[in-house]
């Protein structure tokens, strides 16, 4: 999906303009075991075009468990590690305690982009979750039970992003979102998916 161009027209600042693209997750909904209301969560990742190939370059070499130093095709891999084949796979959190490789891969790119991201400032990729409360919503101003999260995660969606891009790049007079990417789904051609406006 093509993204959009925010103008902050009322903040100054010596930085023009910043190019960033932006990676979303699906809902996921979560019960709080201590009030028992019910939550609905969406996160996005911000990544700044001229960050991205060495935040991708510091995650490939992360899947390497023993080397740091990774390589697509194994006959070109100089460590001959016999790892490769298990560590050339997809992540996805539903499996990572099924594959000890798997497990190693997530651990090490969590520590990296949570702890060392951060701590050392280095600006290649920012996180921004947003939870909703839906206990506190009129669900029925959503829609029919069917449609119903869909229609609130859509509704929610611009905020998921504008707050995010507004928080982390404010000193920038332009914020320019190349791409938005997000998994295959409804949302594509839902009427509240939109994101051509400018705030």
Same mark, same amino acid.
């Given at each position: 999906?093509?993204?959009?161009?925010?103008?902050?027209?009322?903040?100054?600042?010596?930085?023009?303009?910043?190019?960033?693209?932006?990676?979303?997750?699906?809902?996921?909904?979560?019960?709080?075991?201590?009030?028992?209301?019910?939550?609905? /969560?969406?996160?996005? &990742?911000?990544?700044? *075009?001229? =960050?991205? !190939?060495?935040?991708?370059?510091?995650?490939?070499?992360? @899947?390497?468990?023993?080397?740091?130093?990774?390589?697509w095709d194994k006959k070109n891999c100089p460590n001959k590690c016999g790892y490769h084949n298990w560590n050339n796979t997809e992540i996805h959190f539903a499996e990572i305690h099924r594959h000890r490789s798997k497990f190693e891969i997530a651990k090490r790119w969590l520590k990296f982009l949570v702890e060392?991201?951060?701590?050392?400032?280095?600006?290649?990729? /920012?996180?921004?979750? &947003?939870?909703?409360? *839906?206990? =506190?919503? !009129?669900?029925?101003?959503?829609?029919?039970?069917?449609? @119903?999260?869909?229609?609130?995660?859509?509704?929610?969606?611009?905020?998921?992003?504008?707050?995010?891009?507004?928080?982390?790049?404010?000193?920038?007079?332009?914020?320019?979102?190349?791409?938005?990417?997000?998994?295959?789904?409804?949302?594509?051609?839902?009427?509240?998916?939109?994101?051509?406006?400018?705030?």
């Amino acid at each position: 999906m093509k993204g959009v161009d925010y103008a902050l027209r009322d903040r100054s600042s010596t930085r023009n303009s910043i190019r960033i693209e932006v990676y979303c997750d699906e809902i996921i909904r979560a019960r709080d075991d201590y009030d028992g209301s019910i939550w609905m /969560y969406l996160g996005a &990742l911000f990544v700044p *075009l001229s =960050k991205k !190939d060495e935040l991708i370059d510091k995650l490939l070499d992360l @899947r390497c468990i023993k080397y740091n130093s990774w390589h697509w095709d194994k006959k070109n891999c100089p460590n001959k590690c016999g790892y490769h084949n298990w560590n050339n796979t997809e992540i996805h959190f539903a499996e990572i305690h099924r594959h000890r490789s798997k497990f190693e891969i997530a651990k090490r790119w969590l520590k990296f982009l949570v702890e060392e991201n951060n701590k050392r400032n280095l600006g290649l990729v /920012y996180f921004n979750i &947003l939870g909703i409360d *839906l206990t =506190k919503l !009129d669900l029925e101003r959503f829609g029919e039970d069917k449609g @119903r999260d869909l229609n609130i995660y859509n509704r929610f969606f611009r905020t998921l992003i504008a707050s995010g891009a507004k928080f982390f790049f404010s000193e920038y007079k332009r914020i320019i979102i190349e791409n938005i990417y997000h998994d295959k789904g409804s949302q594509e051609k839902h009427k509240y998916f939109s994101l051509a406006y400018t705030l």
